[in-house]
């Protein structure tokens, strides 16, 4: 329950410990935002799961999954030799930057709906 309530607290206490634990010359904001994907996806799984009904991590991951290939082609477009290497990293931050605002739209229309009834 409180992983997904409370994903933005676990992300920041993971950063908190990786800032103690890392020399200064590694980027802890970075890193944490990285091992922080797997956190906000699973929160909004969940999420999705409790708010439909049914378990839609398939769809969830297969859209995630999109993220990569378009990256890949926005890399060609820019006249960009793709990098696999640079496309995953890319790719996975900006994950980062879709699932919190999709839990965030989550969360709000899990907790109006509850309210409701």
Not at 98 to 115: C, D, K, Q, S
């Amino acid at each position: 329950m409180y992983i997904v309530s409370f994903p933005l607290v676990i992300w920041f206490m993971v950063y908190m410990i990786l800032r103690k634990i890392m020399p200064k010359s590694v980027n802890t904001f970075k890193l944490a935002c990285d091992t922080g994907v797997i956190l906000w996806f699973y929160a909004c799984a969940v999420l999705l799961e409790a708010i439909v009904g049914i378990d839609l991590i398939w769809l969830l991951l297969a859209v995630c999954a999109a993220i990569f290939p378009a990256n890949a082609i926005w890399q060609r477009i820019r006249h960009e030799d793709v990098v696999y290497s640079k496309m995953f990293v890319h790719g996975w931050r900006l994950l980062f930057l879709v699932l919190v605002p999709a839990h965030i739209v989550l969360f709000t229309i899990g907790i109006a709906r509850e309210m409701m009834y």
